[in-house]
């Protein structure tokens, strides 16, 4: 019984850590737009900054790639940026933005699912701040 359970709980890892890949962009990135965050749920489109260029397009790519979900119950306060990114084939995805201090960590989380929180390493977080904030 034992190794059944171990099994199935196996198996759950494997299928919950694919459904992250599916709100993932498809691909290479064409353009991320960002704005002030304006609530929980949907992307403000009145966007501050936008970039399309392949060195800020590699930055934001790799912190929303490498970002680890977080365990637990999310209790957030309201988040500071929203994220539009578009991938080459088209695909919109959303997404809220705490943008951690330098030498901090940041926190990304999906406009369709505000139940789950990916942490962004201090390395991207320091990037991220310089193209966000600059």
């Known amino acids: 019984m034992r190794k059944l359970r171990m099994v199935v709980i196996a198996l759950l890892a494997i299928v919950l850590s694919g459904c992250m890949d599916e709100k993932l962009p498809d691909g290479e990135l064409a353009k991320v737009s960002i704005s002030k965050s304006t609530g929980f749920g949907s992307v403000n489109t009145h966007f501050i900054k ?24 999310v209790d957030m306060a309201a988040p500071e940026f929203d994220l539009q990114v578009v991938d080459t084939a088209g695909n919109k995805h959303g997404y809220h933005l705490w943008l951690g201090q330098t030498g901090q960590n940041s926190t990304l989380m999906d406009v369709k699912d505000t139940h789950t929180i990916y942490s962004i390493s201090e390395d991207f977080t320091d990037s991220l701040s310089s193209l966000i904030r600059e």
């Open 50 to 73: 936008e970039y399309e260029d392949e060195e800020s397009l590699e930055i934001f790519h790799g912190a929303i790639t490498t970002a680890v979900r977080n365990e637990g119950i």
